[in-house]
Each structure stands twice: as structure tokens, then as C-alpha cells.
């Protein structure tokens, strides 16, 4: 036998008695494999797949910002914007526009009222369009304390629920009859309570009248007893050439008008004219420039006197004598 075959030979006996040695050993331990690595794929060069359970959370930011944002409930348009405003003015006629832009700059029309049925019904400012007897009550008692609103004595007051009705087609549950019965009760529209014996109905939905207008506003201007008239001392004082087709009533209103000057309702709402026309109907831009002003000759407030007022100066008795040009 070789040399180099004998080493061979010892070689390879000494491989195997290291082996038989190492078993149970910890060299034999570090030699098997890792049961995590043992469920783990062979690494090929593309990522893992992940298990649907071992996914990781959404980031609920990104969650956020992907999710649709909820619409908002848009806000409600106001009844009267500045583009609905211009446009109704521009409707005015010129000489009237001054007095239409300061009454609806005071807001006392009310953008909607309640109806007798419960409903509600839109009110739109319409100038060419006639005003109602039942609408010009309304505004006539709402102006009157809102331009007296700390003048206690100078305030109408709106009529209960539970009043009696003066007229037969204004029941408690008509939309205007608290204004309709308060003026009543005041005196200011005539009733079966002045002494007006036929006046048992109002007609609240008939166009409102020139000499009607007068009737009413006048006693609110003079706060006095009217004059005694005659259609001559009316068509001389106005120069009216249809004087003597003014109610007999309205004929001292329409004097006791002429009376105050430049200040007069007829002048503001239907100017000059020597055709008083009473039975036409009024508009609600000349009803709206009627109650402009409060007050006689001397003493009186308007609608520009309560925009330009401080809100800290009310309405005193001292104060109302601010409005001394039409």
C-alpha cells in the first residue's frame, strides 16, 4: 500500500469519528433548519405577496382624502339680493325712485306673510303694480310704529285675536286683520265704529284708491280733527279740475293734505297734476312714497331720518322734527 493511500484511508476515518462525535451537540443544532425560514418562500427576485389578513391598515388620512367630501346644504338665498333690488328700482319711475330706495332699505315689507288656508305666501315688491286695500293697511299701521317705535303715543295698536270683527269680510283669521282692525278700532279707517252705519264690509283685496290713501294717511300726518271741505275750496286750494268727484269724506283729508305744504302725500306720490283722479288705483311705489313721511308741516320723520339716525338716538318726541325738506 502507498503512502498517499493510507492517508486517504486516515483521512476519511477521522471525517467520520468528528460526525459520530458532533451529533446531539450544538454544532449539529445550528446546522438544521429554521422553521421560520422553512415557511418562508425562495427568494426570486419579486416581492412577496402579503396575506389579505397581514395587510397593512389604510392611513386613515389617505382614507379621508380619497373619500368623496359630503355636499353641503347650500345656504338659503336671501328674498332680496342686491341684483333683485337694483332691478325693482329700476322699474321706479325716476321721481319716486329716492322714496322706493329708502322704504325698502327699512325692510318693513316683509319678504312673506301667512295665509287665512295656513300656507305661506311670497310677497314681492312690485312698484308699477296697484296696492291692495288689505296691503296698504298692513304697511300704513307697520310704518306708522316703526317710525314711532319709542313715541308710545303716536304707536297703533294691532288688534287681539280675539276681537270682535269689525267687518263682516275681515274674520280674526284673515292675514291683514289685526292691522284692518286696529286702524278700525283707532279710527283711522272709517267702520260702523266712526259712525258709518253701511260700512259693514272692508274689501281687502280691491285696488287701494287715491282718495282712499288720503283718508287714511292724513290723520296720521295732522293728528288733528280734519277740516270742513267743499269741492270749490278744494279745487281752489289744488287747482283739482275733477274736485267734485272726491268722496265727501275724502275731500277733507284731501284738503287738510293741502295743508302741509311740500310735505303734502300728494305731491311725494303722484306729483303735480291738476287731475286728482280718485277713483285710480295706486301703485305700490306711490303707496311706499305716501308713507315716506309722518308728520305736518313743522314736525315730522321719514325713512331717510331712521337709515341715517344713530342707533344709539331714538325715536323721541324731540326727534321727529328732523325731516324739514320733501
Known amino acids: 500500500m502507498s503512502a498517499a493511500l493510507r ?24 446546522l438544521e433548519a429554521d422553521p421560520q425560514l422553512q415557511d418562508r418562500p425562495v427568494f426570486n427576485g419579486e416581492e412577496p405577496e402579503t ?5 397593512a391598515e389604510p392611513d386613515p388620512a389617505e ?11 347650500e345656504p338659503p338665498e336671501s328674498e332680496t339680493s342686491p341684483e ?25 315689507v316683509e319678504p312673506a306673510r301667512p295665509t287665512a288656508d295656513g300656507t305661506t305666501a311670497k310677497l314681492e315688491f312690485a312698484p308699477n303694480q296697484t296696492i291692495t286695500r288689505g296691503e296698504f293697511a298692513h304697511w300704513l299701521l307697520t310704518a306708522n310704529n316703526r317710525f314711532y317705535q319709542d313715541v308710545p303715543a303716536k304707536r297703533l295698536r294691532p288688534a287681539a285675536a280675539g276681537t270682535a270683527p269689525a267687518f263682516q269680510d275681515v274674520p280674526a283669521s284673515h292675514p291683514y286683520f289685526a292691522a284692518i282692525q286696529g286702524l278700525a ?34 290723520p296720521l300726518d295732522s293728528r288733528a280733527p280734519l277740516p270742513t271741505a267743499a269741492a270749490d275750496t278744494v279745487a281752489t286750494a289744488w287747482g283739482f279740475q275733477d274736485a267734485a268727484k272726491i268722496e265727501p269724506l275724502a275731500m277733507r283729508a284731501v284738503l287738510a293734505d293741502h295743508q302741509n305744504g311740500d310735505f303734502a302725500n300728494i305731491r311725494r306720490a303722484f306729483g303735480y297734476t291738476t287731475l286728482f283722479q280718485p277713483q ?13 313721511r309722518f308728520g305736518n308741516q313743522t314736525e315730522g ?5 331712521l337709515i341715517e339716525r344713530p342707533a344709539t338716538e331714538s325715536d323721541s318726541p324731540e326727534s321727529t322734527d328732523s325731516t324739514n325738506s320733501p
Open 63 to 73: 382614507t379621508a382624502a380619497e373619500a368623496p367630501a359630503p355636499t353641503e346644504a
Open 7 to 30: 492517508l486517504t484511508i486516515m483521512v476519511s476515518g477521522l471525517s467520520l469519528l468528528l460526525v459520530a462525535g458532533c451529533a446531539g451537540s450544538p454544532l449539529e443544532q445550528s
Open 51 to 55: 396575506p389579505a389578513e397581514a395587510e
Open 185 to 218: 278700532e283707532a279710527g283711522i279707517i272709517p267702520s260702523a265704529k266712526t259712525g258709518n252705519a253701511t260700512a259693514v264690509t272692508f274689501r281687502p283685496d280691491a285696488p287701494l284708491t287715491r282718495e282712499t290713501l288720503v283718508l287714511w294717511k292724513v
Open 280 to 292: 285710480k288705483g295706486v301703485t305700490q311705489a306711490e303707496a311706499a312714497a305716501a308713507l315716506w
Open 301 to 305: 320723520i321719514s325713512a331717510k331720518d
Open 84 to 108: 333683485d333690488s337694483a332691478a325693482t328700482l329700476a322699474e321706479v319711475p325716476e321721481d319716486l325712485r329716492p322714496y322706493v330706495q329708502n322704504w325698502l332699505t327699512l325692510g318693513i
